[in-house]
């Protein structure tokens, strides 16, 4: 089963910041916290992982909070291409898998 | 630099029936993971290839088996084919059977 929380959906207008959160309660010492992003019948789309400190790429920000229990997704400045459904997944430094949850669908309005 | 690869796009089975799906990893990837996606749903992980061996397997029965070959490319075969198997099914490559995992465009199955 999938260890994370995140809200069914959220909305966010075109041109501002889209912050999508994560709840990782029982997150253990060696799991990361993987952002994907899957926008309709399309494959997965890799966006960012981290372990405990804030990472940044060109794509997005992750902000994990200091006890590890929650996290967020920061993408700077959304457009209408980022509508899809956005997953928060665990994964320990040894696990073979990713284990998915329902994922938070993400609407981008003009 | 091609990223996944996986063939055919699209398949229409029917019920009984079997099926080879197909992919390319990564340049540079040697580790290939599959998943089924049914629709609404999340990935489901069903097994993962590394060294051309099943690394680990999820609740998925026997009917599915796959393969790795010598140059990293892989296939899933489904035997006995049920409704239910209808699905998108996706694969990732990844270097190592541990890092960040990057996905093909799945193969959507449907059987009737």
């Known amino acids: 089963d999938a260890k994370t929380t995140q809200p069914t959906s959220m909305d966010c207008a075109e041109g501002r910041a889209a912050n999508l959160p994560c709840n990782h309660s029982?997150?253990?010492?060696?799991?990361?916290v993987y952002w994907y992003r899957q926008i309709h019948s399309q494959g997965p789309q890799y966006i960012i992982h981290g372990l405990k400190n804030n990472e940044t790429n060109e794509m997005a920000s992750l902000i994990i909070t200091e006890d590890r229990k929650s996290s967020t997704l920061i993408l700077p400045h959304a457009t209408l291409r980022d509508t899809a459904v956005y997953y928060c997944?665990?994964?320990?430094?040894?696990?073979?898998?990713?284990?998915w949850g329902a994922g938070t669908k993400l609407i981008i309005k003009p | 630099d091609a990223g996944v690869t996986q063939s055919p796009t699209h398949l229409i089975k029917t019920r009984g029936q079997q099926v080879t799906l197909r992919c390319s990893p990564k340049?540079?990837?040697?580790?290939v993971s599959w998943y089924q996606q049914a629709l609404g749903q999340g990935p489901q992980f069903i097994f993962q290839?590394?060294?051309?061996?099943?690394?680990q397997r999820g609740n998925f029965p026997d009917r599915f088996s796959g393969h790795q070959f010598p140059n990293y490319s892989s296939e899933l075969n489904v035997n006995a084919l049920l409704l239910g198997d209808s699905a998108l099914y996706l694969c990732?490559?990844?270097?190592?059977?541990?890092?960040?995992?990057?996905f093909g465009p799945g193969t959507r199955l449907t059987v009737l």
């Open positions: 029982t997150i253990s010492g060696n799991e990361y």
């Open positions: 290839y590394y060294e051309e061996e099943e690394r």
């Open positions: 990732a490559s990844s270097w190592g059977p541990f890092n960040e995992q990057f």
């Open positions: 340049s540079g990837h040697d580790t």
């Open positions: 997944i665990l994964r320990g430094n040894s696990n073979y898998q990713l284990i």
